[in-house]
């Protein structure tokens, strides 16, 4: 059913994603790719896959934006461009737009865990559902002819046949920098709640309406190097190599 | 409304896990390849495996489109077309065997060192290396050369060791890291998952580099300096610190040379090196009873400065005195080096005051009682938690090996080597200079249907190692080991073909070469070497370099030139193994090995690399592969990784030894080891008991424990070498003091920069060329997403970096008048590119980038003729030449570091001119067949369609 | 976004068939003309033929008829049950012209009210997008209700001209249309040219505290189905051409003639072809104003793609 749950699901099973460590190595955008090709749903194909034209479909992407600082204080890089990595998936928002839109009933979010997903057997392709997402979670497929997302793994995450420890979404397992964490974001002692608390976790485009359930960790605020170590230099000084052998002496006669 | 449960929430992954070792780049992390219905389902990080402890980067993931590439070869190929034009027709094993092993015989039985064996990307360099002193050439060596030999030759010259393979930052307990320079390509799991844990413990990162992008994008501090010139503001902070007198001198005294004694003797030929005594022992000046001592005298208190007379007369300082006379000097303060580094003072002083700040304020303490080697009882581990990394960055500039040594001497200088929270050694390492061989290979070395005498590769002690005759002419093709490059303990794989080319010093006849991708992007001067590939000898018609055996498992560009290919194949197919005798997989607290083995079977007439050696091995009755009968000894190479024993009881592997398979380092061989590493996730680990883990280079604990494991046989303590008596040895001979002396022609060159002490000067290139008509940098960063240019073939990973964008920097734009999707050429004193570019303004401004090796030929990797690879992308390495520009003194100059050898990629200067749009990089170069002929591939993949449901 | 010929057409065409639909079911037709059985026939001609058409699109075409549940939330949804619906009186109406030669006002006012609630379903589907800034305001389903009627009414002028009727009323109705659609579509575009986006790269990441953000690289070099579908951009010169060219053939040409046809006064012949002059510039025009309002609407996600 295309309705949004009309009460709030009682978890709200998400991703926190830190933009402070991710070096926008790719590794959660292919491992979510092999995951999910062979998983849920149709593959996820790729188009001239060794032509010039090569184009698959992805249900997790990594942008890299160029931030160039301006107004706000900028602790230690004022004027300096720097380059934040940003992981893209499905945030499985509260108010989904995607899901009210969809004309079949493909598209829902679950009562139980809030996730949002696609029955493949409903879809018609219309795309509609693309076109209602502002941040282009989903993707046509374009062999199957359906409409593909992430589906927070939950070929994975309640997958009895994979040890406990592992029961996460891929695109987290595979991290190496630990960059994306896994959790229910309606309990608020959960360590996902926590570190979104800690570290004033955002939501994308809030002014969409759309109440992302994934969160993003902002950058955390640069220290000039040497701030609050000035005095490490400064505690003695030597003027030139006399001086400095002087107290060399003096060192080496307490040792 | 209660959702309709319609998803299957615990279906199977897979109906089997085979656990094997990565090589979708070096890193070496562990798999679970996931097999179902005999296809490969799903490729994951391995939980238990000690590298990546369950993670995985992207190609690592990517391994199945890697491992079911079009591009694979699929049969031995025997050229049939010009070289070039890729045209070859299949042929059996048996022949190619044949042909390989008449090519080899004539030229062992003739004259062993017409051929070159020259090895790319291989992680079985003892096999490899043993093959080839069997075979008696002197002609081998693996890519160090053009890849980090600065690094690992002064790091193991300064430190015993140096960063990538050698050692790891102490990432649990360190609260400063600073890396320098690209650091993307290799170790880069452990790298990232270090990041990540600095971060969580809210130690700060600092990155040096001109390109913002990566790991330095997260880093909390970035250092944009100019390329080249990280040396100068290594040498500036230690000043710095020597100013403030932020250094460990306890630690200095213990475990450096900085109280040996230097002669002082100027015009002499001991002028500079150590005093000894009879036994050859350095000497030092002990401080409470005032006479000189040999180092290590129980109870002495050596002085670190002063000046003494020794009882003939000579007059001696303490290295140390030295040293801080040369750094104290005003032209390393920060304003002295701001410009030149681009780098503002207070952000150098900010930098040593960090420094100074976590390696003194926050030192840290453990607890637990070890013994010196001295026999002197600690309570503890003094921590200093500042570390370092390094790789490709500081490596790859013709003034490298002195910046990495210079690097290595802060270190030092600070007590942070092999400490809590710093840099720490892996074993093997470290390991002394004085346990790394000589080199061999000098025309008393070889002959005839008979090995070599030793190793190829090792270090020079002096003038007297190098590989040179009677003349001081070179004995390699490669030049390594001559005047040119003393101390190219890796070789010069990328001066090989320009060489063998010119006949200088001499013309070879077989060319071997094992996945280097030479014809491409491996080289210097692209275009040049594949025009020297093609060009042939007017006299008989013969190519000039007559024959070319390769080996890889894909269609690269250099497949095309050769004219025999040895199919390899995937890392999926193959045993491999990942040796303590090679580049063992170690961490600080362990010792540890891996293994790779067939996961999958191949579907193609390949074979292992590895097993093919040693084949030819056999065939061509080499000692060590054919036993007394003329048979060979070893089945297949994982026979021979169980079987083979370098010295008694110590093998490729050091896990599962002992016919019960509880030996580990030394032990019989064990016929079920594979099985056993196979069962314990293709990898084996031996924790290093708490005692020895820390100061391995002073650490009696360790040293014993290292020899009961075998990796020496008595114990190799490390001094760190800041004073290099080596260097002071060569300069002794380019001042026409010592014997041997070096050549006039290298004399200058020589005494330039083999300053025994850390030094910094200016990059050749960037000396030699006006700088106002060259006046910026471009280097190349290695995506985190692509291992070399091994990636293209790849669907997945090509969708990511399908073509490079020249990178600007928003001030050269500006000047320029250029924006993004405009054209340029851009210029070097050797070639010119037309290319595409893109605004950047996270970048040092006068460094222009790109990606690196993202531009392949058309026709390579069984891609289409018109893909944006070959369109659009394009290499560096056309505007780079293997010589450097005349300088008027008759002779062309290596672009290699002059101590090292070391391909300077990054000393280049360009450039910039706006062009008329194009549509195509250039240069061009002529599309090449698909060897073996074209079988075409799919224009749709649905990988894992069959398991949908 | 992507301006795909196939939403194109069926909007345009569907828009048109419905309207002539309207001004059927206001009886503003001589029932017994043969010309108004063909009106009847062409209305659901149109409309099926632009239903067909939006069918091309899907990914699985063949599921379509799912389509018809999730009207509760979904104005694709109710679109296609509007559509359906609507064709029950439209097609009793059409049986009735056709083979009894009558009007049945209850059934032709019902016919006209569904056709403009299915027209308002369509616009409704883009209006409805708040991740389409330029569509998501009421001026949306004003403009396509209009623009049906105005077209709907210059066919049914000329109907009216082929039947012998008297066409100023529904060429005077056209002509009201015409100005209120356009003096809408002006003031939609003027909405559309004033735009702040309430979306930015800076809320798109949030990242705007730290300065300005700007694309470095996007996460796949080649275009992906995102870029393809949300991507599409016109060059602002080029489109504001296009808009001109829209009002011209759209508006004005229509208009000139419509009113040169009642000024001339009745000469069958010549009216018939000057009404289908008419229309045929208004469906031209209405293809490049389709065309525009996809072209030049810009998608939030395009804050993550440099758009």
């Known amino acids: 059913m295309t309705s949004l749950p009309a009460a709030q699901p009682a978890r709200k099973l998400g991703l926190v994603i830190d933009l402070d460590v991710c070096v926008g190595c790719h590794a959660c955008v292919v491992s979510c790719k092999e995951w999910n090709t062979g998983g849920y749903g149709a593959a996820l194909s790729d188009q001239d896959p060794y032509g010039a034209e090569v184009s698959g479909t992805f249900l997790n992407r990594v942008h890299s934006f160029e931030v160039i600082p301006e107004g706000g204080e900028i602790v230690g890089e004022a004027g300096e461009a720097r380059i934040v990595h940003f992981p893209k998936s499905c945030l499985h928002c509260d108010d989904a737009p995607c899901v009210t839109v969809c004309p079949t009933g493909a598209s829902y979010k679950r009562t139980e865990d809030g996730i949002v997903l696609v029955d493949e057997d409903m879809c018609i392709g219309c795309g509609l559902c693309a076109w209602a997402c502002p941040y282009g979670a989903r993707e046509m497929d374009l062999a199957a002819g359906v409409m593909k997302k992430c589906t927070l793994c939950v070929d994975r995450i309640y997958n009895e046949t994979i040890q406990e420890i592992d029961r996460v979404p891929s695109c987290v397992r595979t991290c190496p920098a630990n960059a994306r964490h896994y959790g229910d974001l309606a309990d608020p002692q959960s360590e996902v709640s926590l570190m979104v608390a800690a570290r004033g976790g955002i939501d994308l485009m809030p002014e969409q309406g759309t109440r992302p359930v994934n969160k993003y960790l902002p950058p955390r605020p640069r220290q000039a190097l040497g701030a609050g170590s000035e005095q490490a230099l400064l505690a003695e000084n030597t003027d030139g190599a006399t001086g400095f052998f002087a107290w060399l002496d003096g060192v080496l006669e307490k040792l | 409304?209660?959702?309709?449960?319609?998803?299957?929430?615990?279906?199977?992954?897979?109906?089997?896990?085979?656990?094997?070792?990565?090589?979708?780049?070096?890193?070496?992390?562990?798999?679970?390849?996931?097999?179902?219905?005999?296809?490969?389902?799903?490729?994951?990080?391995?939980?238990?495996?000690?590298?990546?402890?369950?993670?995985?980067?992207?190609?690592?993931?990517?391994?199945?489109?890697?491992?079911?590439?079009?591009?694979?070869?699929?049969?031995?190929?025997?050229?049939?077309?010009?070289?070039?034009?890729?045209?070859?027709?299949?042929?059996?094993?048996?022949?190619?065997?044949?042909?390989?092993?008449?090519?080899?015989?004539?030229?062992?039985?003739?004259?062993?060192?017409?051929?070159?064996?020259?090895?790319?990307?291989?992680?079985?360099?003892?096999?490899?290396?043993?093959?080839?002193?069997?075979?008696?050439?002197?002609?081998?060596?693996?890519?160090?050369?053009?890849?980090?030999?600065?690094?690992?030759?002064?790091?193991?010259?300064?430190?015993?060791?140096?960063?990538?393979?050698?050692?790891?930052?102490?990432?649990?307990?360190?609260?400063?890291?600073?890396?320098?320079?690209?650091?993307?390509?290799?170790?880069?799991?452990?790298?990232?998952?270090?990041?990540?844990?600095?971060?969580?413990?809210?130690?700060?990162?600092?990155?040096?580099?001109?390109?913002?992008?990566?790991?330095?994008?997260?880093?909390?501090?970035?250092?944009?300096?100019?390329?080249?010139?990280?040396?100068?503001?290594?040498?500036?902070?230690?000043?710095?610190?020597?100013?403030?007198?932020?250094?460990?001198?306890?630690?200095?005294?213990?475990?450096?040379?900085?109280?040996?004694?230097?002669?002082?003797?100027?015009?002499?030929?001991?002028?500079?090196?150590?005093?000894?005594?009879?036994?050859?022992?350095?000497?030092?000046?002990?401080?409470?009873?005032?006479?000189?001592?040999?180092?290590?005298?129980?109870?002495?208190?050596?002085?670190?400065?002063?000046?003494?007379?020794?009882?003939?007369?000579?007059?001696?300082?303490?290295?140390?005195?030295?040293?801080?006379?040369?750094?104290?000097?005003?032209?390393?303060?920060?304003?002295?080096?701001?410009?030149?580094?681009?780098?503002?003072?207070?952000?150098?002083?900010?930098?040593?005051?960090?420094?100074?700040?976590?390696?003194?304020?926050?030192?840290?303490?453990?607890?637990?009682?070890?013994?010196?080697?001295?026999?002197?009882?600690?309570?503890?581990?003094?921590?200093?938690?500042?570390?370092?990394?390094?790789?490709?960055?500081?490596?790859?500039?013709?003034?490298?090996?002195?910046?990495a040594r210079a690097l290595h001497m802060l270190q030092v200088l600070i007590g942070a080597v092999d400490c809590p929270g710093a840099f720490r050694f892996e074993p093997p390492y470290p390991k002394p200079l004085e346990a790394h061989p000589t080199p061999h290979g000098k025309a008393e070395h070889f002959g005839s249907n008979k090995p070599l005498s030793g190793p190829h590769l090792g270090f020079p002690r002096g003038p007297e190692d190098l590989l040179v005759d009677a003349d001081g002419k070179p004995q390699r093709i490669d030049k390594a080991f001559s005047w040119d490059a003393p101390i190219s303990a890796h070789g010069l794989m990328h001066m090989v073909i320009a060489n063998a080319h010119a006949g200088d010093p001499y013309p070879i006849d077989v060319l071997f070469l094992y996945m280097a991708n030479m014809a491409w992007n491996s080289s210097m001067n692209t275009a040049g070497v594949i025009a020297m590939l093609e060009d042939k000898d007017p006299a008989t018609g013969e190519y000039k370099i007559p024959k070319i055996i390769y080996s890889d498992a894909y269609a690269s560009e250099t497949v095309a030139y050769a004219d025999l290919i040895l199919p390899d194949t995937t890392y999926l197919e193959r045993h491999d193994c990942i040796s303590m005798l090679d580049r063992p997989i170690s961490e600080p607290d362990a010792v540890q090995d891996a293994i790779r083995w067939p996961v999958v079977e191949p579907d193609r007439d390949v074979r292992g690399f590895q097993s093919v050696m040693l084949d030819l091995g056999a065939r061509l009755k080499l000692p060590g592969f054919v036993d007394q009968r003329g048979n060979s000894i070893y089945k297949d190479y994982a026979d021979y990784i169980v079987r083979h024993e370098r010295r008694p009881g110590i093998g490729p592997l050091a896990g599962f030894r002992g016919a019960n398979g509880d030996r580990t380092g030394r032990g019989a061989a064990n016929p079920d080891q594979l099985k056993r590493y196979i069962e314990n996730g293709s990898f084996f680990s031996a924790h290093i008991p708490l005692e020895a883990q820390f100061f391995k280079h002073a650490n009696r604990n360790y040293q014993d424990f290292a020899v009961r494991m075998g990796f020496f046989d008595t114990p190799q303590p490390v001094t760190f070498q800041l004073y290099s008596e080596t260097l002071q040895k060569f300069r002794l001979s380019a001042e026409g003091l010592r014997e041997p002396l070096a050549p006039e022609t290298h004399r200058q060159r020589i005494r330039d920069s083999f300053d025994p002490l850390p030094d910094w000067y200016r990059p050749f290139e960037e000396a030699a060329v006006e700088r106002d008509q060259f006046p910026y940098h471009a280097i190349t960063q290695r995506p985190a997403a692509m291992y070399h240019s091994w990636g293209s073939m790849n669907p997945w990973l090509r969708q990511i970096h399908t073509r490079n964008p020249l990178y600007v920097p928003g001030p050269i734009c500006d000047r320029h008048g250029l924006k993004d999707g405009d054209w340029v050429h851009l210029i070097s004193s050797h070639g010119r590119i037309k290319v595409e570019i893109a605004r950047m303004d996270a970048v040092n401004a006068s460094t222009i980038w790109t990606w690196n090796a993202i531009g392949k030929r058309k026709g390579a990797w069984s891609l289409d003729t018109d893909v944006p690879e070959a369109r659009k992308g394009f290499l560096m390495n056309h505007l780079i030449h293997e010589l450097l520009p005349p300088k008027g003194d008759g002779l062309r100059w290596s672009n290699s570091d002059p101590v090292t050898g070391q391909a300077a990629w990054y000393d280049l200067r360009v450039r910039i001119e706006k062009a008329e749009p194009g549509e195509t990089s250039e240069p061009r170069f002529p599309a090449m067949a698909e060897p073996g002929g074209r079988r075409g591939h799919p224009d749709e993949l649905r990988y894992g369609q069959e398991w949908a449901k | 976004m992507h301006p795909a010929l196939s939403i194109i057409v069926f909007t345009t065409v569907s828009g048109l068939g419905y309207g002539l639909a309207v001004a059927l079911g206001l009886g503003l037709l001589d029932p017994m003309a043969t010309a108004t059985r063909v009106a009847h026939v062409l209305a659901l001609g149109l409309i099926a033929a632009g239903l067909a058409s939006s069918t091309l699109h899907l990914g699985n075409p063949q599921r379509a008829w799912r389509a018809f549940s999730q009207w509760r939330s979904s104005w694709l949804s109710r679109e296609g049950v509007m559509a359906v619906i609507t064709f029950l009186p439209l097609a009793a109406s059409a049986w009735l012209a056709l083979f009894e030669g009558r009007y049945v006002p209850a059934l032709g006012l019902a016919g006209a009210a569904l056709s403009l609630a299915t027209v308002y379903c369509t616009a409704m589907i883009y209006a409805s997008l708040k991740s389409v800034q330029t569509w998501h305001t009421p001026l949306t389903p004003l403009c396509y209700l209009l623009f049906s009627l105005a077209g709907g009414f210059a066919l049914a002028t000329m109907f009216a001209a082929a039947g012998g009727g008297t066409v100023t009323l529904p060429a005077v109705l056209a002509l009201i249309f015409l100005a209120a659609a356009w003096a809408a579509k002006l003031a939609w575009r003027n909405r559309m040219n004033r735009l702040r986006p309430i979306s930015t790269p800076e809320t798109a990441t949030g990242l705007g505290f730290i300065g300005k953000v700007r694309l470095f690289e996007r996460p796949h070099i080649n275009d992906n189905y995102l870029t393809r579908e949300m991507g599409f951009r016109v060059a602002r010169k080029h489109a504001a051409k296009l808009a001109m060219l829209s009002l011209g053939l759209g508006g004005l040409v229509p208009a000139a003639l419509l009113v040169g046809l009642l000024a001339a006064g009745p000469a069958q012949g010549a009216a018939v072809a000057v009404a289908l002059l008419a229309v045929a510039s208004h469906a031209t025009g209405m293809l490049v104003e389709r065309w525009l309002f996809f072209a030049e609407a810009r998608h939030a996600v395009m804050n993550y793609y440099g758009g």
């Not at chain 2, 160090?144 to 030759?153: P, R, Y």
């Not at chain 2, 993307?184 to 700060?204: Q, V, W, Y």
């Not at chain 2, 230690?238 to 100013?243: D, G, M, P, S, W």
């Not at chain 2, 032209?331 to 580094?341: D, H, I, Q």
């Open chain 2, 1 to 403: 409304m209660k959702s309709k449960p319609r998803v299957e929430l615990s279906r199977p992954v897979s109906d089997e896990v085979r656990k094997t070792t990565c090589y979708m780049c070096a890193c070496r992390c562990g798999i679970d390849v996931h097999i179902k219905d005999g296809k490969i389902r799903y490729i994951e990080g391995n939980r238990d495996h000690p590298v990546n402890k369950g993670v995985l980067c992207a190609k690592g993931s990517a391994g199945i489109m890697q491992h079911y590439s079009p591009a694979r070869l699929r049969a031995p190929l025997l050229r049939t077309g010009p070289r070039g034009s890729g045209e070859f027709k299949e042929i059996s094993w048996e022949e190619a065997l044949g042909i390989a092993t008449g090519w080899l015989s004539a030229v062992r039985a003739d004259d062993p060192k017409k051929l070159a064996f020259f090895t790319g990307r291989d992680q079985s360099q003892s096999l490899t290396g043993f093959w080839a002193q069997q075979f008696g050439t002197p002609n081998y060596a693996a890519h160090g050369g053009f890849c980090s030999v600065n690094m690992a030759a002064a790091g193991i010259m300064t430190i015993g060791g140096a960063f990538w393979e050698f050692g790891a930052p102490d990432w649990d307990r360190t609260k400063l890291f600073i890396m320098f320079g690209v650091a993307e390509d290799h170790d880069s799991n452990p790298l990232k998952m270090g990041i990540a844990k600095i971060k969580k413990n809210g130690a700060r990162f600092v990155s040096v580099n001109p390109v913002r992008t990566g790991y330095s994008a997260v880093a909390d501090n970035w250092i944009g300096i100019r390329p080249g010139t990280d040396g100068l503001l290594i040498l500036a902070v230690v000043h710095e610190l020597l100013k403030a007198r932020k250094i460990d001198v306890d630690y200095l005294m213990r475990y450096s040379n900085a109280p040996w004694l230097v002669i002082d003797a100027p015009g002499t030929s001991e002028h500079g090196l150590f005093a000894r005594d009879a036994d050859g022992k350095p000497l030092v000046f002990e401080t409470v009873t005032e006479r000189v001592v040999p180092k290590g005298t129980a109870g002495a208190r050596p002085a670190l400065s002063g000046r003494y007379t020794l009882e003939d007369g000579r007059a001696v300082t303490p290295s140390f005195a030295l040293l801080a006379d040369k750094y104290l000097d005003e032209k390393y303060a920060p304003e002295a080096v701001a410009a030149e580094t681009g780098v503002a003072a207070e952000t150098i002083r900010g930098l040593a005051a960090e420094i100074a700040r976590a390696a003194f304020d926050e030192a840290i303490f453990i607890e637990q009682p070890w013994t010196d080697m001295n026999g002197e009882r600690h309570d503890g581990y003094v921590g200093r938690p500042v570390s370092f990394h390094a790789m490709r960055g500081l490596s790859a500039h013709s003034n490298g090996f002195q910046t």
